[in-house]
């Protein structure tokens, strides 16, 4: 690679140096001679400077296209990746999801898991730990976030027949008494 001289730049600082140290050697602030090496200091750094700037711009890494498979693999890489944090940690944008899940979930079974009134048939079906983990601020770990899933999973999906809640209920213990 070859190294050009920046004439432009190398004229500059030698001139404001020669004036500098000239002002300075008239108004007798240093004697002409530490003038005249200040200049020849300055007139050093700025042809190193001027010679060692790269003429030619850094080498790029060469772009390589990628071939987008049919299928949902590049949609599950990113998710994956968008998983957890740099810390390890789970991103809200997860959190928020599985919070939407377990509520749907949870109203398919008949309960409102907005009302406070039902948090503790929320807690019966989710579970408590599983119930103050999703109110929480913290970000989950992975750990934590399989418990969630997992509660959320053992739910299932909405009852085929929900019994009226008027009619008793009886087990085959109370039927033979």
Known sequence: MKRHWNWQRLTAITVTAVVAAAGLAFWQIIDPWH???????????????SRTEDADPDPEWPHVV?????????DVSDLSWSTFTRDGRVTERVVRRVRALAADRVRAHGVDPSDPAATEDVERLLGAR???????RHAPTARTLQSWLDA????GAAP???PAA???????EENRA
């Open 35 to 49: 003038a005249a090496a200040a200049v020849a200091v300055v007139v050093a750094l700025a042809a190193l400077w």
């Open 66 to 74: 990628t071939e987008a498979r049919a299928g949902g693999r590049h």
């Open 130 to 136: 599983v119930v103050r983990g999703l109110s929480s």
């Open 152 to 155: 959320i999973e053992r739910l």
């Open 160 to 162: 085929a027949e929900r």
């Open 166 to 172: 008027t009619a008793p209920v009886h087990t085959p």
